[in-house]
C-alpha cells in the first residue's frame, strides 16, 4: 500500500485557502481561486499578468493530470496535459490583492499605532480583495475577505466562517506528533503542553500569510515550539515555589533541587577542582605516541607523559560547571 503523506505544505495550503474563504464573499464560485498575489492595484501590470498566466497553466496541468490518475488512466505522463499559459486570457486570471479598504476603522483600539492594521478593525487574518481585468484592462472587484453579500451592498463580518474539518484534524495531529519528540515526551505535563500548542493554532491559524510564504508548516512548527516552551517554563516556576516552601518547612524538596543544592556546596566545587587529576597539554605527534603504549600496556602512566615532552596545566583558576536555577 502506497504510504500517504499527511501532513505537507501542499495540503495545508490549500486547506488554509478553504478555510478563508468561508469568511469571504465572491460574485462566482470560480472567483474564490486566485492565480497571483499583489500587495496593491498598481502592481497590476504586464509582468504580473504574465507570471499569472503561468500559475494559472501549472494549476491547470496539475488538476488535468490528477484527473487523469484519477479515472484510472496508466502511463499517463504530465507533459500530455500540458497548458500552454499563451491559451489563457487576462481577463480569465484572478489576482489576490492585498488592502485594508473595505476593513471598518477602528483608531481606538490601539494607542500606540505602528501598522496599517492598528488603524483598522481587529481580524483574524490579513484581509484582501480579488479582482479579475476586464477587455479593457481594468481591474474589477470580484470577492472580499471578511465581507458577506454582494461587493456593492454587502457588509464587514469577520466572525462568520471557520477553519475547516480538515485543518482542525491537521493541527491535531501536528500537537500529537510534536509532543512525542523526544525532548519534550518525558514530562508528566505533555498533555497540556499539547492543549496549549492546538489552542494557539486554532487562534493564530489563519494568520498565515501566503504573500509572504509557502511553508505554513514551518510557521505552525514554530508557535508549537513556543507554546510547550511556555508551559515548561511556567511548571518550572511552579516547581521552584513548591520547593522554596517545602525547604522552609524543613521538608525534602525534589531531586532536582537536591542536585542543585549538591552543585552549589563548598564540597562539590572542592572535588570538582581535582576530580579529574593533572591536566596535560600533548601535541600530536605525542598523541600517536600516546596511543601506541596504551595499545601495548592498556593503561598510561604519568612517566609516560615525560617521554613525550607533555605540559601541565595550571587549574587552579578553574570555574566548576555549575547548573541554572530556574
Excluded at 456593492?152 to 495531529?173: P, Q, R, V, Y
Excluded at 513556543?226 to 516556576?237: A, G, P, V
Excluded at 576530580?275 to 596504551?294: E, P
Aim: charged share 30%.
Amino acid at each position: 500500500m502506497k504510504r500517504v503523506k499527511y501532513l505537507n505544505n501542499r495540503d495545508l495550503l490549500a486547506q488554509i485557502h478553504a478555510s478563508k474563504n468561508t469568511y469571504c464573499s465572491y460574485v462566482g464560485d470560480e472567483d474564490s481561486q486566485y492565480d497571483l498575489i499583489v500587495p496593491n492595484l498598481k502592481k497590476l501590470n504586464a509582468s504580473a499578468i504574465a507570471q499569472a498566466r503561468k500559475a494559472k497553466a501549472k494549476r491547470l496541468t496539475q488538476v488535468a493530470w490528477e484527473e487523469a490518475k484519477a479515472a484510472g488512466l496508466k502511463k499517463i505522463k504530465l507533459s500530455d496535459y500540458t497548458v500552454s499559459p499563451r491559451k489563457i486570457e487576462k481577463t480569465d486570471l484572478v489576482f489576490r490583492v492585498m488592502m485594508f479598504d473595505h476593513i471598518p476603522m477602528d483608531d481606538e483600539r490601539k494607542k500606540n499605532k505602528k501598522t496599517v492594521a492598528d488603524h483598522h478593525a481587529k481580524i483574524n487574518f490579513p484581509p484582501f480583495q480579488h479582482y479579475r481585468l476586464d477587455k479593457k484592462g481594468k481591474p474589477q472587484c470580484v470577492g472580499k475577505s471578511h465581507w458577506v453579500g454582494g461587493m456593492e451592498n454587502g457588509n464587514f463580518s469577520c466572525d462568520h466562517g471557520k477553519i475547516t474539518n480538515s485543518l482542525a484534524l491537521m493541527f491535531m495531529k501536528l500537537c500529537e506528533r510534536y509532543g512525542t519528540r523526544s525532548n519534550w515526551r518525558g514530562y508528566t505535563y505533555n498533555d497540556e503542553m499539547q492543549s496549549q500548542a492546538l489552542m494557539q493554532l486554532s487562534q493564530i491559524g489563519l494568520q498565515f500569510d501566503e504573500s509572504k510564504s509557502e511553508n505554513p508548516f514551518a510557521y505552525y512548527t514554530a508557535a508549537i515550539t513556543n507554546s510547550f516552551t511556555r508551559i515548561l517554563n511556567i511548571e518550572k516556576k511552579n516547581q521552584a515555589i513548591r520547593d522554596d516552601l517545602l525547604e522552609v518547612n524543613n521538608m525534602m524538596p525534589s531531586f532536582t533541587r537536591q542536585n542543585e543544592n549538591d552543585a552549589n556546596s563548598p564540597a562539590y566545587k572542592k572535588r570538582m577542582k581535582t576530580v579529574h587529576g593533572d591536566v596535560m597539554q600533548v601535541n600530536k605527534t605525542g598523541i600517536a605516541k600516546l596511543n601506541k603504549v596504551l595499545k601495548k600496556k592498556g593503561k598510561i602512566d604519568s612517566k609516560d607523559f615525560e617521554t613525550v615532552n607533555s605540559k601541565k596545566v595550571d587549574m587552579t583558576n578553574h570555574q566548576p560547571i555549575v547548573k541554572k536555577r530556574w
